[in-house]
């Protein structure tokens, strides 16, 4: 455990890394490395998890929320990383440490209630919004990698 790591991460998965460090390693190298796709592997991984703390079903729903959210913030990285120039990397800092603690505070509904009803009740309560910030990032990031390849066909051809 190292709890300085964890408490000012600016990534979702930077806490879960510095966690049980050594259960962590243990999955990384042996399961998620294990799957040459890493959506496989990173599913693999996050379900094992789930079944490490117990059989109740809000630790499922919690860890593939996480893969979620994880998701959603490589695609707000990638998009952001041309704004993310000299100078403005305490703000991205704080803009991202804020990010990542908003959406443990909502993901922590799920591992904290543990059943179905109390979770989505809870989810509801909020609208849902990380869901919705996630799946919005999310669909940002598939739109820009689509624009990326067509862009870059359309470049080869003009070559």
């Not at 390693?25 to 991984?45: D, E, H, L, M, V």
């Not at 591992?111 to 809870?122: A, D, G, M």
């Amino acid at each position: 455990l190292e709890v300085w790591q964890i408490e000012t991460s600016t990534t979702i998965d930077g806490p879960l890394q510095h966690w049980n460090m050594t259960v962590q390693f243990f999955f990384y190298y042996y399961i998620y490395k294990s799957f040459p796709n890493k959506t496989f592997g990173r599913f693999a991984t996050f379900g094992l998890s789930a079944y490490w703390h117990g059989l109740n079903l809000g630790y499922y729903i919690a860890f593939f929320m996480f893969m979620l959210l994880i998701t959603a913030q490589y695609s707000f990285i990638r998009f952001t990383a041309p704004f993310r120039v000299k100078g403005t990397e305490k703000l991205w800092t704080v803009i991202d440490f804020l990010c990542c603690w908003r959406a443990y505070e909502f993901n922590g509904f799920a591992f904290l209630l543990l059943t179905p009803e109390k979770i989505f009740r809870s989810w509801a309560s909020v609208y849902y919004i990380g869901h919705i910030v996630a799946g919005v990032w999310i669909l940002i990031g598939a739109l820009q990698l689509l624009f990326e390849l067509v862009f870059k066909k359309h470049e080869k051809k003009e070559q």
